[in-house]
């Protein structure tokens, strides 16, 4: 099957199944059996017409008036060739459209062929529609960059419009290969000697001493990430093990592990010595914790499928030194990497995670010890999932305080960003995910 195909194929079935992009893409690449230049096209088309389908869409409608009831895959090939005639300066206009209107011919019949061949060919002539027309800030900023207006006006509120745009700006960004050391394995300098053995372009991370970066290409697909050396993980995110700090020999709780990228750096700072109890609801998504902990050669890990709200009924209070609540959030601060989610996540989704956090850190408060540590986080930039959160467990908990000695815990640059034992980074502070963390103390 040819790329353009594939990718019209691996659309529709994000749009109408809710797969995710990622894994449908993988799927495709293999079903495909493409090679790595066709394999990098088709990800670059999908990835790009999701990030851009509003953007499309408002360049797509005006020569759409005259159409009737438009099939979904008519529109999809539409976006798909439209994206690659505006953004992809290496595919030339002409080849795009032909090959639209074959895969039109061979999917539909000639009415459509020539609606497509019609509509493509017209934007050619005619241009695009100016979105610098459209007068408020908010929906201008939303339709160039694609983001649903209620999710731009709800970050222009939190942050101010410079900060939302520069955030809608990066979510657009294809987000490189970045990874953690496994310090048990090696240093950081050893695995990078050893990548660029491989013929990999990987340099030191910009912010967590633990990470490498790819220059180019995947830093799954190595042998050093095979051998145990590295666990493909955001930089933001290998903040989350260094704000709780743990030590060797300690006892400690990840309440929401699956698939062990925290949990894993946790036992890798522990020296491999003490314990990592690490839960998840889903059962088949503990099992690649397991599969992580043992690629990676820790022993200290011991995982548990369960509902972490009823933590209580299998533990005993006070019986971690530190506990760490990963919650599951909208995710808003990953859209580089999942851009559907931006379309699929709406308002009721943040009331519903806010009521499944609180309910996870009130059952995970009474196992922490005395004195002991506890650190909450997300991969969202939403305050009523972070700041507020923690305000109403603090609230709920006079026995926790906020620990301030986060800011000199984490790497110089990101200091400055550390307010009162919270931290929000956002996509483009380090060109690293958006992720709030926390860390929490209870009173002795
Ligand atoms: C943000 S992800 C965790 C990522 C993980 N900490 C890592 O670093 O690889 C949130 C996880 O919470 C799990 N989860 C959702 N609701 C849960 C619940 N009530 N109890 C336990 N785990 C839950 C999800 O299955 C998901 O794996």
């Not at 079903?31 to 670059?44: H, M, Q, S």
């Not at 745009?165 to 490189?176: D, I, K, S």
Request: with cysteine; aromatic share 6%; proline share 5%.
């Amino acid at each position: 099957m040819n790329v353009r195909e594939l990718a019209l194929d691996t659309l529709l079935a994000i749009e109408q199944k809710g797969a995710y992009s990622h894994l449908q893409l993988n799927e495709a690449i293999q079903k495909g059996r493409l090679d790595g230049r066709d394999a990098a096209l088709l990800t670059e088309i999908v990835y790009g017409t999701v990030q851009r389908r509003d953007t499309l869409d408002y360049y797509l409608a005006p020569f759409l008036r005259k159409a009737r009831r438009l099939e979904p895959w008519v529109r999809v090939l539409l976006r798909l060739t439209l994206y690659q005639m505006v953004y992809l300066d290496r595919v030339p206009d002409r080849a795009a459209v032909f090959e639209a209107v074959e895969i039109a011919k061979r999917r539909g019949h000639r009415g459509i062929a020539s609606l497509v061949n019609g509509v493509l060919r017209a934007i050619g002539r005619e241009g695009l529609p100016s979105i610098e027309a459209v007068d408020d800030a908010g929906k201008r900023l939303a339709l160039a960059t694609s983001h649903p207006e209620w999710l731009v006006r709800r970050w222009i509120q939190q942050y101010g419009y410079e900060e939302a745009a520069r955030m809608c700006e990066t979510n657009l960004r294809p987000p490189q290969s970045t990874a953690r050391v496994n310090r048990l394995r090696a240093t950081v300098e050893e695995a990078l000697e050893r990548l660029r053995a491989e013929g990999m372009q990987a340099i030191p991370g910009h912010v967590a001493p633990e990470a490498i970066r790819a220059e180019k290409g995947n830093l799954a697909h190595t042998e050093t990430f095979r051998a145990g050396w590295l666990t493909i993980q955001d930089e933001s995110s290998m903040l989350v093990a260094r704000a709780l700090d743990p030590a060797p020999g300690e006892r400690v709780l990840d309440c929401c592990a699956a698939p062990g990228g925290k949990t894993t750096h946790i036992a890798e700072r522990m020296d491999g010595r003490g314990e990592v109890v690490a839960v998840d609801i889903h059962e088949r998504k503990v099992m690649m914790i397991e599969q992580q902990a043992k690629r990676l050669g820790l022993d200290n890990v011991a995982t548990l499928a369960l509902d972490s709200r009823r933590l209580g009924e299998r533990f005993a209070p006070e019986s971690f030194d530190r506990v760490l609540v990963d919650a599951p959030c909208t995710g808003f601060g990953v859209i580089r990497r999942k851009p559907e989610i931006k379309y699929t996540k709406g308002k009721d989704a943040i009331a519903a995670l806010v009521e499944i956090q609180q309910a996870i850190l009130r059952a995970a408060a009474p196992l922490l010890k005395k004195g002991g540590t506890l650190v909450y986080s997300t991969c969202t930039v939403e305050r009523e999932e972070n700041e507020e959160a923690i305000a109403r467990f603090l609230a709920d908990h006079p026995d926790f305080f906020l620990d301030a000695s986060l800011a000199e815990r984490m790497p110089e640059p990101v200091r400055p960003h550390v307010k009162g034992g919270m931290l929000q980074l956002l996509p483009h502070h380090f060109d690293s995910d958006g992720f709030f963390i926390a860390r929490l103390r209870k009173k002795v």
